[in-house]
């Protein structure tokens, strides 16, 4: 089942909906396989867990959320050749990204670095999800 999260040319947008890749409907076909969602469940599952009291754990727990959207991340956006050199690297990537700005925007901290201001991850987390899916637009080929 791979490619679930792969982003796809027009033609495939077309098929499915979208009447181009700058439709509303194509926007939010990429918003919505660039948000880590899955991982942010499990990230804020654990973090709920290991809060009270607090673990030592939960110091290492952003970096194994980022791990995991990155193994998950080229799982899922291979093509039909199931090739893991097929991964849409950039897509992992923005996924990655968006992963680090939300624990932080959360006020979270990633080993020991952490925001002094959440408001300006705040603003960065509605930067990012809003203005990466009208430039990334996945693989042309």
């Not at 939010?28 to 709920?48: D, H, N, S």
Request: glycine residues 6%; hydrophobic residues 55%.
């Amino acid at each position: 089942m791979a490619s679930i999260f792969r982003i796809g040319e027009s033609s495939q947008l077309v098929a499915q909906g979208a009447e181009t890749d700058n439709s509303p409907a194509a926007y939010l076909g990429r918003l919505v396989r660039l948000i880590p969602a899955e991982v942010l469940a499990v990230y804020q599952t654990l973090y709920g867990v290991l809060k009270e009291p607090e673990s030592p754990a939960i110091t290492w727990l952003p970096v194994i959320g980022v791990v995991l959207v990155f193994l998950v991340r080229v799982w899922g956006t291979r093509d039909a050749s199931n090739k893991f050199t097929t991964a849409q690297w950039l897509a992992v990537v923005i996924s990655m990204v968006s992963f680090i700005i939300w624990v932080l925007a959360s006020g979270h901290k990633i080993l020991w670095f952490g925001v002094l201001d959440p408001r300006l991850c705040s603003a960065l987390m509605i930067l990012w999800v809003f203005v990466v899916p009208i430039f990334y637009k996945g693989d042309k080929t």
